[in-house]
């Protein structure tokens, strides 16, 4: 039923002629099953609190990625200082949780 249903939306898109339109949802499907391939992998190796820690990291990458000028997004924006703080904190702060827990 799935499957019925997302080609059905590409065949939809592919015939109304927005150039590029199908790789988009096909692009979102993708990045979003890696993800949480990726996220149970964590979960399977280490406890789910290195998984919420992961999962509080995506969305600054995510943040930062958006605001590089991309295809369908021109226009690039600029970081506020207090984002980049905050990211650096919580990078850290995941590094450290994961190498002091290597060494006991």
Do not use: H, R
């Amino acid at each position: 039923e799935v499957t019925g249903y997302i080609c059905g939306q590409f065949f939809w898109i592919w015939l109304s002629g927005c150039d590029g339109a199908p790789w988009l949802p096909l692009l979102y499907i993708v990045t979003n099953l890696t993800f949480n391939i990726s996220l149970l992998n964590v979960v399977k190796t280490s406890s789910a609190v290195v998984a919420s820690l992961m999962v509080m990291l995506s969305v600054p990458i995510s943040v930062i990625i958006l605001s590089l000028p991309l295809p369908y997004l021109p226009e690039g924006t600029s970081l506020s200082p207090v984002f980049v703080l905050g990211c650096a904190i919580l990078v850290s702060g995941l590094y450290l949780y994961n190498s002091t827990k290597a060494k006991k």
